[in-house]
Structures are given as structure tokens and as C-alpha cells.
């Protein structure tokens, strides 16, 4: 099965710097791979997602980026603020037919006003 | 606006007791999900339902966890015997099928004692 490695596992940032988290996947036939931001006694919820068919996406100050070849994805925060301190986890989607999720470990994010 | 409800959001119980968490799944959504995240194995899938047919309860101990769809609108998931190492918080996500974006709810934290 997939297995989804992540780095920081802890990050800390001062505010307004940028922040970036990294994955890899061990799946080459994995297609979709969603960022979940979770805040403390929440749910995670998504913030950004990338299909295989795509190497970047933005969304205001969130982005991902996807390297197939290496088999990695990021997420890039720029202009970080406190409301970003969160648990943040990727996660990556085995081939279609098929809809787990299988995620990383998480990366507590702190950012330092 | 539309969200995954669950309940009850918080669970105390001593070992051996019956539980059940409840889901609803965001409307006209048709594939559920229950996930586990703990802190030693981080966010795991128990479960997943289409269309009510559960597709995949690999990740679900059989011999105490049950997860039924009693209807569209409602999603359980049981635990009977349970034990300490149960102590958890469980999640419920919904989406729709053919699409690859999860919702997830606020969770339940079950405590067995």
C-alpha cells in the first residue's frame, strides 16, 4: 500500500516569513493529494488539493507543488500569519477505483508573532 | 452551511462497555469515511461506505468494530467490547463519490478507562 513520509514534523516561523512542508509518497500510481490544516479540537479541513495532471496550484498565499518524477509534494504558506499555526498533514490518494487516503504524520506549525 | 456532524464529541466509558459514535454525513453526499488518529499512528482509515454498501473495512478490527449505514443520513460506528487501547479520537468524512474531496467532521474522543 502507499505509505506517506513528512517533514518537519515541528516548524516554526516568524510572522509574515513563509513556511513550506514537505511529502513524499511511495505509490507511483497515486493521483490526488489533498493539504488538511487542523486547529486544535477539530477536524482537519481542506485547504488545497493537486491532481497528478497538474505541478503547481495557488490559492491566495497557500500552494502546492507536485513532483512526480520524485515523487514529492509541498505546500508553500507566504505572508504567514498566527491564524496559520496548525497541525498541517498531506495525504496521498491510491488510483482511481479506489478512495483511502493514507496521510503523513503532520507538521505542527507555530508561527511567531 | 452545509458540514459532517458527529456525535457525541466527547465519549467516557470503562472497559468492557458498549459505544457508538454517530455521523451525518454532509447532505447529497454518498461515500463516508471513518478514520482513528491517535498520537502514536496518527490519522488511519477504520472504514468507508458508498451508496450505504460499506467498499473497504480493512483498516477496522472485526472482531469488536462494526460500522453500519442504517440510511443516508446517518453513519455508525460501534465498539463492543471496548478496551483502553480504543482511546482515540474518531473522525467521520464525506464526500462524493467520483469526487476526490473529504469533509470531515469535528470528531468524537472516546476516553476507556
Known amino acids: 500500500g502507499e505509505n506517506v513520509e513528512q517533514h518537519p514534523s515541528t516548524l516554526s516561523v516568524q510572522e509574515g516569513d513563509s513556511a513550506v512542508i514537505k511529502c513524499t509518497y511511495s505509490d507511483s500510481a497515486s493521483n490526488y493529494f489533498p493539504w488538511y490544516k487542523q486547529e486544535l479540537g477539530k477536524g482537519p479541513q481542506l485547504i488545497i488539493d493537486?491532481?497528478?495532471?497538474?505541478g503547481e496550484k495557488k490559492d491566495q498565499r497557500i500552494a502546492v507543488t507536485l513532483n512526480k518524477t520524485a515523487k514529492h509534494f509541498s505546500l508553500h504558506i507566504t505572508e504567514t500569519q498566527p491564524e496559520d499555526s496548525a497541525v498541517y498533514f498531506c495525504?496521498?490518494?491510491?488510483?482511481?477505483?479506489?478512495?483511502?487516503?493514507?496521510f503523513g504524520t503532520g507538521t505542527r506549525l507555530t508561527i511567531i508573532p | 452551511d452545509a458540514r459532517v456532524t458527529q456525535t457525541p464529541r466527547d465519549k467516557v466509558t470503562e472497559m468492557g462497555q458498549e459505544v457508538t459514535m454517530r455521523c451525518q454525513p454532509i447532505?447529497?453526499?454518498?461515500?463516508v469515511f471513518w478514520y482513528r488518529q491517535t498520537m502514536m499512528q496518527g490519522l488511519e482509515l477504520l472504514a468507508y461506505?458508498?451508496?450505504?454498501?460499506?467498499?473497504?473495512d480493512s483498516g477496522m478490527p472485526k472482531d469488536r468494530f462494526s460500522a453500519e449505514m442504517p440510511d443516508a443520513t446517518l453513519a455508525t460506528l460501534k465498539i463492543q467490547p471496548s478496551e483502553p487501547r480504543d482511546s482515540a479520537v474518531y473522525f467521520c468524512?464525506?464526500?462524493?463519490?467520483?469526487?476526490?474531496?473529504?469533509?470531515f467532521g469535528p470528531g468524537t474522543r472516546l476516553t476507556v478507562l
Open positions: 493537486i491532481r497528478s495532471n497538474v
Open positions: 461506505f458508498r451508496n450505504r454498501a460499506p467498499l473497504d
Open positions: 447532505l447529497g453526499h454518498n461515500t
Open positions: 468524512a464525506s464526500g462524493l463519490g467520483g469526487r476526490n474531496e473529504q469533509f
Open positions: 495525504a496521498a490518494r491510491e488510483p482511481a477505483g479506489n478512495e483511502k487516503l493514507t
